[in-house]
């Protein structure tokens, strides 16, 4: 949800059906009843940070409350913008601290940028443009999706 003051979407979200709210951290001074107000509507609670906001925003409680978190690679606000690659190490840091957390990428991402998400230790791809505007778009999804299973089974087995 790119909206200020996320808390006042949350039940119609739920109410329509939705599984997963996710907000700007940006857009809030108090994340966490947010998220527990997503989870008592039975939603799973993702927080957003957008490319200005440092990885470190998001603190040890909001991530541990949180069942996502997303790093913007773009700047919100529409699709076909140019991905930002020092985005990435944010992507690092909060795989360093959450490992077993979903950390998702958003924004101009396709197969000449999902590398360097995946490697990062992203699990969760947001792509628009990539496959929308390709020929053959399963073709994009099956290699952004073996993309990320290669990279996590190589971080799983750094871990083991
Ligand atoms: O909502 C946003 C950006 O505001 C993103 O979800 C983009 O729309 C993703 O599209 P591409 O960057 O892949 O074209």
Redesign the pocket.
Do not use: L
């Given at each position: 949800m790119?909206v200020s003051q996320p808390e006042k979407w949350v039940d119609d979200i739920a109410d329509a059906g939705g599984s997963l709210y996710c907000f700007h951290l940006e857009a809030t001074s108090d994340p966490l009843p947010i998220i527990d107000h997503i989870h008592e509507r039975k939603m799973k609670a993702g927080v957003a940070i957008s490319p200005d906001t440092p990885s470190t925003a998001v603190t040890d409680e909001i991530a541990e409350a949180a069942d996502m978190l997303l790093v913007?690679t773009?700047?919100?606000?529409?699709?076909?913008?140019k991905?930002l690659e020092r985005c990435v190490p944010k992507v690092a840091e909060l795989r360093a601290r959450f490992p077993d957390k979903d950390i998702e990428v958003?924004?101009?991402?396709?197969p000449k940028t999902i590398d360097v998400c995946a490697d990062a230790g992203s699990n969760v791809i947001?792509?628009?443009?990539?496959?929308?505007n390709a020929e053959e778009p399963e073709k994009v999804i099956a290699l952004l999706k073996s993309t990320v299973d290669v990279a996590q089974a190589k971080i799983a087995a750094k871990r083991a």
């Open positions: 790119m913007m773009v700047y919100p606000g529409r699709g076909g913008q991905f958003d924004g101009g991402v396709g947001v792509a628009g443009t990539a496959i929308f």
